[in-house]
């Protein structure tokens, strides 16, 4: 195995484009020995830092996510840190304030929130709302000239995303969404081999991503509150992993509804969705989720080899193999990682490597997505 020294090179990021857009996608260097990895690096905007300064985070919802993963991360972060909270929820705001030492002047609720435009402490702004909710407080947060980070999906239509993206233009703030996995090294790896070819043309691509949902009552089975199932909360990742395997967006989608075997829980949203993503020179990702039913994987198979990561979706415990042998890297604090590197391409008006307008291409994905599963499996190109 090569010394971890030798692999910490970041290579400079193939780019591909959707529009007008560029997408800078950051890669690892290239390990060619039998074991893969150990990197320790830094993301490649965190690297480019010239200024000290950590700059203050305010989450909005205190629900899961912030609870137990981004907070803590807060904890372990250099670039940035819990500067204040937004909740609709009295007891939360004092069990945050006596847990992270928050000043009541950082402590907002819905009705209040805009005046955090006022306040110097709050640099950004994380929302970590339902889905539905992304887009009226994306908006409020750039009106208060705020940088924006975004949970996934960033909207639950193409017409709200792009007026997030708007009003983060006029307001001149950056906007980023939460994708954790493009600072993680085993996705970063993935990136690598197939953008870079290292094993020749990527043939195809599967990915699985599901979990067992409990019971009714989530907001996440809530057309209204989600926008839809699994696929915006746990086939996005899919999505988002067969476009940065390749680098490239699909040209054309075809899905179809799974059956429905808890029809007390799937009232309004899909239970389980499979899709075939095509890109260009005939490469296909085929992909599933579902709330009913437990996989977690990412595979890809070249001309001249493999991988696999598995699990690879989750926040900790991701393995991985290639045909090369098993891949070695270290299981990170992703959250840190990633708002890490959002805070300093917020800090040094660098571009994010997970711009808004990535997420917009992804809420243009699912919908069509859903379009073709809609209409009986239509293939949908994708404009
Ligand atoms: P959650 O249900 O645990 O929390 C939602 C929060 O929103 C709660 O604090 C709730 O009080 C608040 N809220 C305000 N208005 C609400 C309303 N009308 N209905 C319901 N809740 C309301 O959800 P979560 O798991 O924390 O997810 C929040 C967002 O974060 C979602 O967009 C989700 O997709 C995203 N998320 C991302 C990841 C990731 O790995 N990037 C992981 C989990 C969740």
Same mark, same amino acid.
């Given at each position: 195995m090569q010394p971890d020294n030798q692999r910490r090179t970041f290579l400079k990021g193939l780019t591909f484009t959707i529009g007008s857009t560029v997408f800078g996608v950051p890669l690892l260097s290239f390990c060619s020995s039998e074991t893969e990895g150990n990197t320790t690096q830094e993301s490649q905007t965190g690297a480019a830092n010239n200024q000290n300064r950590k700059l203050g985070i305010a989450l909005v919802g205190l629900g899961g996510y912030s609870t137990h993963q981004l907070a803590p991360a807060l904890q372990e972060t250099k670039n940035c840190y819990l500067a204040g909270i937004v909740t609709g929820t009295p007891s939360k705001a004092e069990t945050w304030k006596a847990k992270?030492? #928050?000043?009541?002047?950082?402590i907002y609720n819905y009705q209040n *929130?805009?005046? #955090? +435009? =006022?306040?110097? =402490? #709050?640099d950004i702004i994380y929302v970590v709302l339902p889905n539905a909710m992304h887009a009226e407080y994306t908006i409020r947060a750039a009106k208060a000239k705020k940088h924006v980070i975004c949970e996934k999906?960033? +909207?639950?239509s193409v017409e709200d995303a792009q007026r997030m993206l708007e009003a983060c233009r006029q307001n001149n703030v950056q906007l980023a969404i939460g994708?954790?996995?493009? *600072?993680?090294p085993f996705h970063q790896r993935v990136m690598e081999l197939g953008q870079k070819q290292l *094993? &020749?043309?990527?043939q195809s691509i599967r990915a699985h991503n599901s979990f067992v949902m409990g &019971?009714? /009552?989530?907001w996440r089975v809530d057309r209204e509150r989600s926008g839809g199932g699994p696929l915006m909360d746990m086939g996005i990742y899919c999505v988002q992993a067969a476009c940065y395997t390749l680098g490239k967006t699909p040209v054309a989608v075809t899905a179809k509804f799974g059956e429905v075997t808890k029809p007390d829980i799937f009232k309004e949203v899909e239970q389980s969705i499979s899709w075939r993503m095509e890109f260009e020179n005939g490469v296909v990702a085929e992909c599933n989720s579902s709330y009913a039913d437990q996989e977690d994987f990412l595979e890809g198979k070249a001309d001249k080899g493999w991988w696999r990561l &598995?699990?690879? *979706? &989750?926040?900790? /415990?991701k393995e991985g193999e290639t045909s090369q042998g098993k891949m070695n890297y270290p299981n990170i604090f992703e959250q840190a990682r990633q708002m890490d590197g959002q805070a300093a391409s917020f800090r040094n008006n660098t571009p994010s490597i997970v711009p808004g307008e990535m997420g917009l291409r992804d809420v243009k994905i699912l919908m069509a997505i859903y379009d073709s599963a809609r209409s009986g499996g239509k293939r949908i190109s994708i404009s």
């Amino acid at each position: 195995m090569q010394p971890d020294n030798q692999r910490r090179t970041f290579l400079k990021g193939l780019t591909f484009t959707i529009g007008s857009t560029v997408f800078g996608v950051p890669l690892l260097s290239f390990c060619s020995s039998e074991t893969e990895g150990n990197t320790t690096q830094e993301s490649q905007t965190g690297a480019a830092n010239n200024q000290n300064r950590k700059l203050g985070i305010a989450l909005v919802g205190l629900g899961g996510y912030s609870t137990h993963q981004l907070a803590p991360a807060l904890q372990e972060t250099k670039n940035c840190y819990l500067a204040g909270i937004v909740t609709g929820t009295p007891s939360k705001a004092e069990t945050w304030k006596a847990k992270y030492n #928050i000043p009541d002047k950082n402590i907002y609720n819905y009705q209040n *929130f805009d005046q #955090i +435009a =006022d306040n110097k =402490d #709050i640099d950004i702004i994380y929302v970590v709302l339902p889905n539905a909710m992304h887009a009226e407080y994306t908006i409020r947060a750039a009106k208060a000239k705020k940088h924006v980070i975004c949970e996934k999906p960033m +909207a639950t239509s193409v017409e709200d995303a792009q007026r997030m993206l708007e009003a983060c233009r006029q307001n001149n703030v950056q906007l980023a969404i939460g994708y954790r996995l493009h *600072f993680d090294p085993f996705h970063q790896r993935v990136m690598e081999l197939g953008q870079k070819q290292l *094993f &020749g043309k990527v043939q195809s691509i599967r990915a699985h991503n599901s979990f067992v949902m409990g &019971g009714p /009552g989530s907001w996440r089975v809530d057309r209204e509150r989600s926008g839809g199932g699994p696929l915006m909360d746990m086939g996005i990742y899919c999505v988002q992993a067969a476009c940065y395997t390749l680098g490239k967006t699909p040209v054309a989608v075809t899905a179809k509804f799974g059956e429905v075997t808890k029809p007390d829980i799937f009232k309004e949203v899909e239970q389980s969705i499979s899709w075939r993503m095509e890109f260009e020179n005939g490469v296909v990702a085929e992909c599933n989720s579902s709330y009913a039913d437990q996989e977690d994987f990412l595979e890809g198979k070249a001309d001249k080899g493999w991988w696999r990561l &598995g699990p690879s *979706f &989750g926040y900790e /415990g991701k393995e991985g193999e290639t045909s090369q042998g098993k891949m070695n890297y270290p299981n990170i604090f992703e959250q840190a990682r990633q708002m890490d590197g959002q805070a300093a391409s917020f800090r040094n008006n660098t571009p994010s490597i997970v711009p808004g307008e990535m997420g917009l291409r992804d809420v243009k994905i699912l919908m069509a997505i859903y379009d073709s599963a809609r209409s009986g499996g239509k293939r949908i190109s994708i404009s």
